[in-house]
């Protein structure tokens, strides 16, 4: 193998191996695989789609319609725990990324899991700011003003699908790790940019309502339960993909590794001959 070798473990014994040994694994082989699945992320998954099933019962059925906003607010349940769980992608992704660059014998399976979760992340940011433009459109009349909440986000969006991008950058993987992570641990400084915007600037987007203890805005009962119902659901989602994505990067730096030593001794053999 090259010095940029995937046989690197992944990272989180229980469940981040993957489910065939990778040192099996070709060009032709990987196409036939059955998938990324073992069995706990199948359980995993179920539980995923339950709570998911769970989230849109006490979303859309039993939680009560907001006083002001009437069942406009059921929109929360999604907006708000997907642009959390962004959030936690990303610093995912920064602890990720500093430790690779931290330790003397550099796992790729590091940099593997920051890009999955980057990747996650911006599915989720994706996902918010499209709720949050139904949101707006409903209670302000608009699907997007230039607020400092929504423009900070949207930054974050952009942000990330530049990381991403980098990421596709030509070069070896150790050299894909490296730039990625010092990128990653500049990016994640905007979380706390866009969290404190409605502090920092006037905004039509309201501020906390649920972490800040003097906030003026109580939620009943069952919509609290079902506000965190829906951050508990998204994170185990985002665990879910996170697991899956990381394999599939993992497969997929082992068959451009082997791809690189076929094609260099293929080429001694030439020189041989």
Same mark, same amino acid.
């Given at each position: 193998?090259?010095?940029?070798?995937?046989?690197? @473990?992944?990272?989180?014994?229980?469940?981040? !191996?993957?489910?065939?040994?990778?040192?099996?694994?070709?060009?032709?082989?990987?196409?036939?695989?059955?998938?990324?699945?073992?069995?706990?992320?199948?359980?995993?998954?179920?539980?995923?789609?339950?709570? &998911?099933?769970?989230?849109?019962?006490?979303?859309?059925?039993?939680?009560?319609?907001? +006083?002001?906003? $009437?069942?406009? +607010?059921?929109?929360?349940?999604?907006?708000?725990?997907?642009?959390?769980?962004?959030?936690? !992608?990303?610093?995912?992704?920064?602890?990720?990324?500093?430790?690779?660059?931290? @330790? @003397?014998?550099?796992?790729?399976?590091?940099?593997?899991?920051?890009?999955?979760?980057?990747?996650?992340?911006?599915?989720?940011?994706?996902?918010?700011?499209?709720?949050?433009?139904?949101?707006? *459109? &409903?209670?302000? /009349?608009?699907?997007?003003?230039?607020?400092? =909440?929504?423009?900070?986000?949207?930054?974050?969006?952009?942000?990330?699908?530049?990381?991403?991008?980098?990421?596709?950058? /030509?070069?070896?993987? =150790?050299? *894909?790790? *490296?730039?990625?992570?010092?990128? !990653?641990?500049?990016?994640?400084?905007?979380?706390?940019?866009?969290?404190?915007?409605?502090? #920092?600037?006037?905004?039509?987007?309201?501020? !906390?309502?649920?972490?800040?203890?003097?906030?003026?805005?109580?939620?009943?009962?069952?919509?609290?339960?079902?506000?965190?119902?829906?951050?508990?659901?998204?994170? #185990?989602?985002?665990?879910?993909?996170?697991?899956?994505?990381?394999?599939?990067?993992?497969?997929?730096?082992?068959?451009?590794?082997? $791809?690189?030593?076929?094609?260099? *001794?293929?080429? @001694?053999?030439?020189?041989? /001959?």
């Amino acid at each position: 193998m090259t010095s940029d070798s995937v046989s690197d @473990r992944p990272l989180i014994s229980i469940d981040l !191996a993957l489910p065939t040994d990778l040192d099996t694994v070709t060009p032709a082989s990987a196409a036939n695989r059955p998938g990324t699945g073992t069995a706990a992320t199948r359980r995993l998954g179920t539980l995923v789609a339950v709570m &998911l099933t769970a989230l849109a019962a006490f979303g859309l059925v039993f939680s009560a319609e907001d +006083v002001v906003q $009437g069942s406009t +607010v059921r929109i929360m349940y999604v907006h708000v725990p997907t642009i959390w769980v962004a959030y936690m !992608a990303f610093l995912v992704t920064a602890v990720c990324s500093g430790a690779y660059l931290s @330790r @003397r014998n550099r796992s790729l399976a590091w940099d593997r899991v920051a890009g999955a979760s980057a990747e996650v992340g911006v599915l989720f940011v994706a996902i918010s700011l499209v709720t949050g433009s139904l949101w707006g *459109r &409903l209670t302000w /009349g608009t699907y997007w003003v230039w607020d400092a =909440r929504l423009t900070t986000t949207l930054f974050l969006f952009i942000t990330y699908v530049g990381y991403l991008a980098v990421r596709r950058l /030509g070069g070896t993987q =150790r050299q *894909r790790a *490296r730039r990625s992570a010092v990128l !990653a641990l500049l990016a994640v400084l905007e979380i706390p940019l866009v969290h404190f915007s409605v502090e #920092l600037w006037r905004s039509l987007h309201q501020e !906390a309502s649920v972490a800040n203890p003097n906030a003026r805005v109580e939620l009943d009962g069952l919509m609290l339960f079902s506000l965190f119902l829906g951050v508990v659901t998204f994170t #185990l989602f985002y665990v879910w993909l996170v697991l899956h994505r990381q394999r599939v990067l993992a497969l997929e730096d082992t068959v451009a590794d082997r $791809g690189l030593d076929e094609a260099i *001794r293929d080429r @001694r053999n030439e020189a041989v /001959g």
